[in-house]
C-alpha cells in the first residue's frame, strides 16, 4: 500500500492523480519516552521495517479494531497480520 492510497480512498477524484500530484500528510506526535526506546529497539531488530512503516501498521492496526471499515485500513491490517515473522524486541 502507498502512502496516498488512504487518501485516494476517501477522495476518489485523486485515484488519476500521479504520486507527485496526490499530496502526503506529514504528522508530528510527542510519544511517551519509553515508546519511543521500544519503536527503536524494534527498528534496530528488524531491519526490514521503518519508522514509517511501523507508525502505519499501528495505525491501521487502532483504526481497524475500533470499527474503521475502510478497505485500504482492513488491507493494511490484515497484510501486517500476515506478513513473515518478526523478532521480538528486547525489553529494556
Given at each position: 500500500m502507498d502512502r496516498n492510497q488512504l487518501e485516494r480512498c476517501v477522495n476518489p477524484a485523486?485515484?488519476?492523480?500521479?504520486?507527485?500530484?496526490a499530496s502526503f500528510v506529514s504528522?508530528?506526535?510527542?510519544i511517551p519516552e519509553v515508546l519511543f526506546t521500544a519503536m527503536k529497539g524494534f527498528i534496530g531488530a528488524n531491519p526490514n521495517w521503518d519508522q514509517y512503516q511501523l507508525m502505519s501498521s499501528a495505525l491501521a492496526r487502532f483504526l481497524y479494531q475500533n470499527?474503521?471499515?475502510?478497505?485500504a485500513v482492513t488491507e493494511r491490517y490484515l497484510d501486517d497480520l500476515?506478513?513473515?515473522?518478526?523478532v521480538e524486541c528486547s525489553k529494556q
Open positions: 485523486l485515484a488519476a492523480a500521479t504520486e507527485e500530484e504528522l508530528e506526535s510527542e470499527g474503521c471499515s475502510e478497505r500476515f506478513a513473515s515473522p518478526i
